[in-house]
């Protein structure tokens, strides 16, 4: 028998009969790996479960604690997802075309984490502003960002990349660390501890897998070569997956993100961008558009240098990209209720009918 509390779970109410409980460990295509008290077990979702939860937010994840139909035949079942304490999501800008509306969809990338490891390597490829992005949907999940710059041994300089970040996020942590001399390791061990759960996020190339193998203390992903050129790696991991690190630790393994779509981030940039805000309540006029109106609090500090160009460009651009997303969503999700709504009238209709 496995103790699901190694796994973090704490049931907070009593499986119905012919159910138990378990966390997904990992998720390939519409297969999931459930880890439960009887050991690891593949599921797939009920066909119930499609019909009842139109939202693809609502699929579980890994890092999800579900309910389950156990099959000792065959594939189990997934009856239930468990209500989820944190989760990180992105917008998912599919190409297709509904209609003329772009589809954005949320895509929740992993769940029921405590840490999100933001990691960026220390070469040509080190972009703030990206960090900026993760930093945002970290917040809005509502786990606690950490930055991990890697591949110290590259660097000659690594005191630069460190204050370019703590120019933007002063009370943010960040360390610094190398998975090949094990340079600046010790200083995750805080994070590490048995029950907690820790995300990996960052582009292909940073280190992911590196680090993962040296935590693990063994080779559970492959590694390959970035191209030197521009810095930038291939795609390692493929698929999200969980790992129970040797310190009881879990980390949620997930494949580099070239481009990471802000999705309802509203809060993590309030957050992010408070000082930014501040501003907005000295202006002379409430309805200030921070352009050229005269008293505007947001012009006179670009123009001392006390809010830099660069913030204020930052912080446009991610209010700009998550109100596109949030309208295109909302737009969707008002479209799927009154189809739904429709075919339930439809349905009813014909029963009358038949009558």
């Known amino acids: 028998m496995i103790d699901l509390k190694t ?10 009969e012919g159910t138990i409980p378990g966390r997904v460990t990992e998720l390939r295509r519409e297969q999931y790996t459930v880890m439960t008290e009887q050991g690891e077990v593949t599921a797939k979702l009920r066909g119930k479960f499609y019909y009842d939860n139109q939202m693809r937010e609502e699929y579980p994840c890994v890092g999800d604690f579900v309910l389950l139909e156990p099959n000792d035949s065959g594939l189990s079942r997934i009856a239930k997802l468990l209500p989820r304490r944190t989760k990180f999501s992105r917008a998912d800008l599919s190409g297709h075309k509904e209609g003329y509306v772009k589809t954005v969809l949320e895509q929740v990338v992993a769940a029921n984490f405590d840490t999100v490891f933001i990691l960026s390597s220390l070469n040509f490829d080190f972009k703030v502003t990206r960090i900026l992005r993760y930093l945002t949907q970290t917040r809005q999940s509502g786990a606690e960002p950490v930055v991990i710059l890697t591949k110290a041994d590259l660097a000659s300089d690594i005191e630069r990349p460190i204050s370019e970040v703590l120019a933007f996020a002063p009370e943010l942590p960040v360390h610094v660390v190398s998975s090949h001399t094990g340079f600046g390791l010790d200083s995750l061990t805080p994070y ?29 992903m492959e590694v390959k070569a970035i191209r030197e050129d521009d810095s930038r790696g291939r795609h390692t991991t493929t698929h999200r997956q969980l790992f129970l690190l040797p310190s009881g630790a879990m980390v949620i393994d997930t494949p580099g993100m070239r481009e990471l779509g802000l999705f309802d981030a509203d809060e993590g940039i309030n957050t992010g961008f408070s000082d930014v805000e501040e501003l907005f309540a000295l202006c002379r006029f409430s309805d200030c558009r921070h352009q050229s109106e005269p008293g505007c609090a947001v012009a006179a500090a670009l123009k001392d240098g006390t809010l830099p160009q660069a913030r204020w460009k930052s912080y446009l651009d991610q209010q700009r990209e998550n109100r596109y997303a949030n309208s295109k969503a909302a737009y969707l999700e008002n479209k799927r209720a009154w189809s739904k709504s429709i075919a339930k009238f439809s349905k009813e209709l014909q029963k009358e009918e038949g009558e």
Do not use: A, R
């Not at 796994?7 to 119905?16: A, K, N, V």
């Not at 292909?204 to 193998?213: A, D, F, Y």
């Open 192 to 220: 590490l501890k048995p029950g907690k759960t820790v995300v990996f996020l960052g582009m292909s190339g940073v280190g992911k897998s590196s680090l993962l193998n040296t935590l693990m203390q063994k080779e559970v």
């Open 7 to 16: 796994y973090g779970y704490i049931e907070t109410e009593t499986p119905p």
